[in-house]
């Protein structure tokens, strides 16, 4: 509270630090105390948070793209398929591949076949093309980009639902997806979404996108794989450094999206400040 010409004026106040200095937020209530001064300082806290979320997250794009700048092409391009590596063996491996982390590299790097599953070969090579295909091009999410990527990905393995939607019902675990009927003004509000939203903070959009796409289930498989590329796709056109779900982590993920979606929000981004902790530095 300020008093001043004698009339009080009450405000929230709440401190965090940027680059070693304190900052201070401050909230106007006004003369009388509110009522419900307790649900605004709650609102006022989380929004205190969030910006100092933010300004971590930004640090770790300005100095993951210092780092990147520096990369001659060619560099560059060997980091491309080490993540390509990386990335596909873990998508891959959660949804049941056979695939171990040393045969995806021989498959991507050396084009050598282990003695594995066709299906799982071919998927991989599949998924590892394809990735590179989107850190190239940068396009407008749409529903054809979305089923196009899925045709990319199934189109030798599972040719009767590559690039098309589900006509009927599944369930994920206990949880029911929605109706197929429902898919496609479902995946048109999802895209609306994606486009209204480009402001947002990348890195909470791109949970958000995630979760919400998993959520529509539209696909009869391959869902999660496209899921986790839509979310790389995001941090990537907005220059922030990607997130590999590792299969070893696959239960803590699994159970973040089980949660409501704030919730799997705030699991995405504690991973991702973990995992690019060295940018923090």
């Known amino acids: 509270m300020r008093i001043i010409k004698r009339k009080n004026y009450n405000y929230l106040q709440h401190s965090f630090r940027k680059k070693g200095k304190v900052i201070t937020r401050e909230k106007y209530l006004g003369k009388e105390i509110p009522k419900n001064t307790e649900k605004l300082k709650e609102n006022f806290l989380e929004l205190c948070k969030k910006e100092s979320l933010y300004l971590e997250l930004k640090k770790i794009k300005t100095n993951f793209q210092k780092e990147w700048k520096k990369y001659p092409e060619s560099i560059k391009e060997k980091v491309k398929e080490q993540l390509a590596i990386a990335f596909t063996y873990n998508t891959n491996a959660i949804e049941g591949s056979t695939i171990t982390l040393e045969e995806t590299r021989e498959i991507i790097e050396d084009k ?21 295909e989107i850190l190239e ?115 803590s993920y ?28």
């Not at 050598?112 to 799982?120: C, E, F, G, M, Y």
């Open 254 to 281: 699994y159970r973040a999206l089980q949660k409501k979606e704030d919730g799997f929000f705030t699991y995405f981004t504690r991973r991702y400040l973990k995992v690019h902790k060295k940018y923090l530095a």
């Open 112 to 132: 050598i076949a282990p003695k594995k599953s066709l299906r799982d070969i071919k998927e991989t090579e599949a998924h590892a093309k394809l990735f590179l």
């Open 137 to 251: 091009k940068k396009e407008k999410l749409t529903k054809k980009l979305i089923l196009n990527w899925h045709k990319s990905l199934f189109h030798e393995t599972k040719p009767d639902i590559a690039g098309t939607f589900r006509d009927y019902l599944v369930k994920v675990g206990n949880y029911r997806a929605p109706d197929w009927q429902d898919i496609e003004k479902l995946i048109k509000e999802f895209i609306l979404y994606c486009n209204k939203n480009k402001k947002m903070n990348p890195i909470e959009l791109s949970a958000r996108i995630h979760y919400k796409f998993e959520k529509i289930h539209p696909f009869g498989d391959g869902n999660g794989r496209i899921g986790r590329l839509l979310m790389n796709y995001i941090l990537w056109n907005n220059e922030y450094p990607l997130l590999i779900i590792e299969y070893k982590k696959r239960r």
